[in-house]
């Protein structure tokens, strides 16, 4: 790099670093019922730690996407750097709340994490956070304007409660009860499913706008792919990561739910939707 393309790299970073701690201020303006500081340092929140480190990650990954696009010259980037990342930051703490209302709906977060700290539900909220950031990172990325940014994260986030009604109902036990129940095996395992459709959409919706038909097959092709492939993974985790062990016992019908088969079955899923998008 020369010395101008170093310096012009230290104006973009400083540009995110401005807008990660907009970010910040925004999730402190809107969880007012609790104080941050207090919970991670005086009270070891490590629920809630999860919940932060997800939401921090993830909004790393939207605003990656922005910085994905082609340069326009150091005023025009920066003037992109700015209102697409602040987009990016706002739609990103939409879709959280939009996610709580309706994947997360059965119980009340804020009381999981930071009344009962439940670790479980703080890996799931940080999948879904990271989740976000890949549908944002998608949406955000190439050429394109605003408008095709918002539609394809709408698509996303949309994407994202089907998955999740999809892999509710090909589970042999209630996900919703069991990450009550603070199990973090199944929250791992959660998390993991949510990463990975996000990626999936990452995958079928970066890149420049071409046209409604062309983006929109894309999309369609690979998240219709990749939802199909979701019970043929969970079986594929069960058969082949463990095998002579059933999955759902070591997630639910023993003492200690098995966090490391949890673990497994996330691999499986994350693993698979970067081989998809390695090979479609």
Not at 17 to 44: A, H, M, P, R, W
Not at 50 to 58: N, T
Not at 74 to 99: E, H, K, M, P, T
Not at 176 to 187: F, H, M, Q, S, T
Request: hydrophobic share 55%; proline share 2%.
């Amino acid at each position: 790099m020369t010395f101008d393309e170093t310096l012009t790299a230290v104006v973009y970073l400083i540009a995110v670093f401005i807008l990660f701690f907009l970010g910040k201020i925004i999730y402190d303006k809107l969880y007012t019922s609790f104080d941050l500081q207090e919970e991670l340092v005086k009270n070891d929140n490590f629920a809630l730690g999860l919940a932060l480190f997800g939401y921090y990650f993830g909004m790393v990954i939207a605003l990656g996407g922005v910085l994905q696009s082609e340069s326009q010259g150091l005023v025009a980037d920066l003037i992109d750097i700015f209102v697409y990342g602040l987009v990016a930051i706002i739609l990103q703490n939409i879709s959280i709340r939009i996610n709580d209302k309706i994947i997360f709906h059965k119980f009340d977060n804020i009381k999981e994490l930071i009344e009962d700290r439940n670790p479980g539900i703080g890996i799931a909220e940080a999948a879904n956070h990271i989740a976000i950031g890949l549908v944002l990172f998608g949406a955000m990325s190439g050429e394109g304007d605003l408008v095709t940014a918002a539609a394809f994260w709408l698509l996303g986030q949309a994407t994202l409660v089907i998955a999740s009604v999809i892999y509710n109902n090909i589970l042999p036990f209630d996900l919703n009860y069991e990450l009550e129940r603070d199990n973090v095996a199944v929250g791992v395992a959660y998390a993991g499913m949510l990463i990975a459709i996000g990626n999936i959409i990452r995958v079928g919706s970066q890149g420049d706008f071409i046209s409604w038909y062309e983006n929109g097959i894309v999309y369609v092709g690979f998240v219709t792919f990749g939802l199909l492939m979701l019970p043929i993974l969970r079986l594929m985790a069960d058969k082949l990561l463990l095998p002579g062990e059933q999955l759902t016992d070591e997630l639910v019908n023993q003492k200690v739910p098995n966090v490391a088969a949890g673990a497994m079955e996330a691999c499986s899923y994350v693993g698979a939707s970067f081989l998809i998008g390695w090979v479609v």
